[in-house]
């Protein structure tokens, strides 16, 4: 590869990364905005949107929430055409991390021990993984793009994605989507894999318009893509709020996340070849990035309710809470859980 080449993958690279923690910024904080601003028509006595009610709509707070959302979203969509998928994609993990700190500030929602820990472990993986991540990909152009979405390989992966997601809706949503959380977010995940694909296949062909290379806007498989990847969206969103309806949002949450970002990750890599000139290490480098984002992403949202600070670290903080909160002990149940009882205050006594 020539210097210039080399120099112009770096630039794409690093305005690609910059675009995508952008976008998480934005989309962080557009949840919170929208979110101080509802209270406040709670506070004010409207009917919440929850019940039907749309006095949110004369509220200037929602309003700026629903324009950081667009600017994140717009962020997003151009960083695909930058950066790999591959990148930008598990980066999305940081409006978590956003969306945490800033609740915890401005709603006076506490992070706990176990949240810190989660957001710390979720910024370490974000650089572990940028730092290995692809730096550059095959596909350069709009119109290679095109001439790779007719490759066997990925079109092999669209049938395999329609043909599942077909099985899904029609034999085991029916029986499973009410009890199992996996039936309705594979099914997103799937439909999602294929939205990021579009959506870059859109994104490139905006970058070389406005750049004055060639006017993609009137190429028909421009607004095709353009047509799929919202139609796609709508498909997706529909069965993610299918999922936050029935399930606890701490567990969609992470479950959505991994396997949104596993079926991107091998889409992207069927169609944009990010992960062909990469060397074993980085590849080792890249996984264990995206394994510590995930267990951050769970840690967040599953222990949010978890009333523990670092003092609950301390035995003897814990034995003086068994001293003044003794467990309960049902009549009839085994004596084991009074014998732990009576150790722990046996144990406090002693060292006092």
Wanted: proline share 2%.
């Amino acid at each position: 590869m020539k210097v210039s080449d080399q120099q112009v993958d770096n630039s794409h690279f690093s305005i690609g990364l910059s675009l995508a923690l952008a976008s998480s910024l934005f989309i962080g904080s557009s949840f919170i905005i929208k979110k101080v601003a509802l209270k406040k028509l709670q506070v004010s006595g409207n009917i919440r949107a929850s019940a039907g009610g749309f006095a949110y709509l004369r509220q200037w707070l929602w309003w700026l929430g629903l324009l950081t959302m667009g600017i994140g979203e717009g962020a997003n969509l151009l960083a695909y055409a930058f950066a790999p998928a591959a990148l930008v994609t598990p980066l999305g993990a940081l409006s978590v991390l956003v969306a945490a700190i800033l609740s915890s500030k401005f709603l006076k929602e506490k992070l706990n021990f176990i949240g810190k820990i989660a957001c710390l472990l979720c910024i370490i993986g974000s650089i572990v993984f940028v730092i290995h991540s692809p730096k550059a990909e095959e596909i350069k152009s709009f119109n290679m793009l095109v001439d790779k979405l007719f490759d066997y390989l990925f079109v092999s992966y669209v049938g395999s994605i329609c043909i599942m997601c077909l099985i899904i809706k029609f034999v085991f949503v029916p029986r499973f989507g009410n009890t199992n959380i996996t039936i309705y977010l594979l099914l997103c995940s799937s439909i999602g894999s294929l939205t990021v694909v579009f959506c870059k296949g859109v994104a490139l062909g905006i970058r070389e318009s406005i750049s004055g290379e060639v006017n993609n806007f009137s190429h028909y498989m421009f607004w095709l893509l353009f047509v799929t990847a919202v139609g796609c969206i709508m498909v997706q969103m529909n069965y993610l709020n299918k999922s936050l309806d029935i399930f606890n949002t701490s567990i969609v949450t992470p479950v959505y996340y991994v396997m949104f970002t596993i079926l991107v990750i091998v889409a992207s890599g069927i169609l944009f070849r990010e992960w062909d000139h990469m060397s074993i290490p980085d590849f080792i480098g890249c996984l264990c990035g995206f394994l510590i984002v995930i267990i951050a992403v769970f840690m967040l949202n599953a222990f949010k309710d978890f009333q523990v600070s670092f003092k609950d670290l301390n035995l003897n903080t814990r034995q003086r809470r068994a001293v003044l909160n003794p467990i309960p002990i049902a009549e009839g149940r085994d004596s084991l859980h009074t014998e732990d009882n009576n150790y722990a205050l046996n144990s406090y006594a002693r060292q006092l």
